[in-house]
């Protein structure tokens, strides 16, 4: 386990899924309010990995230039900053624009019937 995560379980746990989990999850909204697109969200996962694997080196002995950790990071976190970004862009245009689109679940938007 150790060796896909580039470090213990409870680390990962904590620091990668919890805590910087939610600034990836921030960093997405962030996003979408400027009506960003989503790539940018993306962008911002990678770079909160930057700081995830930094930390995982500063506190409990990672490897701080470990590629594998920090693709796998860069990729959970990503995950997290999209999940963000549809969720407040779908949230968005439905509230913005409540006389073309209605929700369609919390992901997604669709255009409303005609009366």
Do not use: N
């Not at 909160?48 to 490897?63: I, Q």
């Amino acid at each position: 386990m150790e060796a896909v995560f580039d470090t213990t379980l409870g680390p990962f746990i904590g620091l990668t899924l919890v805590i910087f989990g939610g600034c990836s999850f921030l960093a997405g909204q962030a996003v979408a309010e400027g009506w960003r697109p989503a790539w940018m969200a993306v962008a911002a996962g990678f770079g909160v990995a930057l700081f995830d694997r930094f930390l995982h080196w500063g506190l409990f002995s990672g490897h701080l230039w470990s590629l594998q950790g920090y693709v796998l990071d860069g990729l959970i976190l990503s995950a997290y900053a999209l999940l963000g970004h549809r969720l407040t862009l779908a949230a968005k245009m439905v509230r913005q624009y409540p006389w073309l689109y209605e929700a369609a679940g919390p992901l997604a938007w669709r255009e409303r019937a005609p009366e």
